[in-house]
C-alpha cells in the first residue's frame, strides 16, 4: 500500500492549519502533559471525516507517550 496515495485528495492549503493546530497542541502537550488528543480532532475532522482520525490519534499517542517515557526514563519507578 502506497502511503503517499492517502494525501491525495489533500491540498496543500489543507496542511498549512493541520501543522499549526499540531504544532500548538504539542506545545500545549508539553506543558500541560495533556491536550494534543483533545486539540487534534478539532482541525482534523472537517478535513479527513471523523472515521480516519481515531487511528491517527491512537497512533500519534503511542508516539508521543513511548518518547515521553525514554525522556523520563530515570524517574519511573520500576518496581511498580
Known amino acids: 500500500m502506497n ?5 491525495a485528495d489533500i491540498s496543500s ?3 498549512v492549519p493541520v501543522a499549526a493546530v499540531a504544532l ?6 508539553g506543558v500541560s502533559g495533556y491536550g494534543t488528543g ?5 482541525v ?3 478535513i479527513l471525516g471523523p472515521e480516519p482520525v481515531v487511528p491517527i490519534i491512537a497512533i500519534s499517542a503511542l508516539f508521543n507517550n ?3 517515557a525514554i525522556a523520563f526514563r530515570n524517574l ?3 518496581r511498580r
Open 3 to 7: 502511503v503517499l496515495s492517502g494525501f
Open 66 to 68: 513511548t518518547w515521553r
Open 13 to 15: 492549503w489543507q496542511l
Open 76 to 78: 519511573i519507578d520500576w
Open 44 to 46: 482534523l475532522v472537517p
Open 38 to 42: 483533545a486539540l487534534m480532532p478539532l
Open 24 to 29: 500548538f497542541a504539542s506545545i500545549i502537550g
